[in-house]
């Protein structure tokens, strides 16, 4: 039996227009709606294209949208005043500094400078660290490991107990995504370049979450049957056939995994959507946070 298609589009679709509701109701009742601010230094064109969508989905939903543009030579002091600034303006409740930076620049010095309560890529060291702890609760996560849960819950996977694999192991995606999993007690193993006779740890899973770049690297034979499997990978590869010359595939091989897998969220179509709408969330609940602090 063919895998069920988790459409991260429509998930992400009934989420915007929650936010879209809420942001309405409080501008009804005279409160300031919530404002993001994105900072991009340089020009990387996939960066820019990103920045754009995020501001496009704000304006649909009715978040206020604040865009710096920076030169790629643009200085770390210039960057952090920048971001210093942002942090104390009252229109602006989440700051999101576009990443990757210019190699000149410190990304971790640049991401401190984001007050905890406006941090809303959720990469903040307390953030992090909040996450890491058992009883402990971050203001926000991170919205492509948040989205990964959200899409499993909307499939009905079972996390008590179950055996979760995700394949990656970076800051962003696959130590969050592990955190939140090991948060809905499941049974969580790490993958990562060196681990021994990854096709057969992978196949263990009832949860299998792929992040690490690699275009179409998690075959069927990788998959244990009825498995929930969460593609989070966005690989541009070569397509002469088609019209721009490439195509967009996942980590994972959609047409040979979908024969075995139980559920199957595709790429792109799947997490990217939820991304976003997680970033929209989080905007939305700091400016709840800044409305009680006030």
């Known amino acids: 039996m063919a895998a069920k298609i988790i459409d991260g589009e429509a998930v ?5 227009e929650e936010i879209k509701a809420t942001v309405a109701e409080m501008v009804a009742n005279n409160q300031s709606p919530p404002g993001l601010a994105t900072v991009l230094v340089g020009e990387n064109p996939a960066s820019q294209q990103y920045v754009r969508m995020k501001q496009n989905r704000c304006k649909k939903v009715g978040i206020q949208s604040f865009g710096y543009n920076l030169p790629a030579e643009t200085s770390q002091e210039e960057v952090e005043k920048l971001v210093s600034e942002l942090g104390s303006d009252p229109k602006v409740h989440g700051i999101l500094v576009q990443l990757p930076l210019p190699d000149h620049l410190d990304e971790e010095a640049v991401l401190n400078t984001i007050p905890l309560h406006k941090d809303i890529d959720g990469f903040h060291p307390v953030n992090i660290g909040r996450l890491t702890m058992k009883g402990r609760k971050p203001l926000f996560i991170p ?3 948040a989205g ?24 962003i995606v696959g130590m969050p995504t592990a955190l939140l999993l090991i948060h809905k007690n499941a049974t969580v193993t790490i993958c990562h370049s ?11 899973a009832d949860i299998l979450v792929a992040a690490v770049g690699r275009p179409q690297m998690v075959k069927a034979d ?3 049957p009825g498995a929930f499997v969460i593609d989070v990978g966005s690989n541009r590869v070569d397509a002469p ?3 721009k010359g490439y195509r967009w595939v996942g980590d994972v091989d959609f047409d040979d995994v979908k024969e075995v897998a139980g559920a199957l969220s595709p790429s792109p179509g799947g997490v990217g959507p939820m991304t976003i709408a997680g970033l929209l969330q989080n905007t939305l609940r700091a400016a709840q946070i800044a409305d009680e602090m006030k």
Request: with cysteine; proline share 4%; aromatic share 4%.
């Open 143 to 145: 919205c492509t490991p």
């Open 222 to 224: 990788w998959v244990k």
């Open 241 to 243: 056939d088609t019209e």
């Open 148 to 171: 990964v849960i959200r899409l499993l819950e909307e499939v009905g996977a079972e996390f008590d107990g179950a055996e979760a694999v995700v394949l990656g192991r970076s800051n």
């Open 12 to 16: 992400a679709s009934r989420i915007r």
């Open 194 to 204: 060196r681990t021994k006779d990854l096709p057969g740890v992978c196949r263990k």
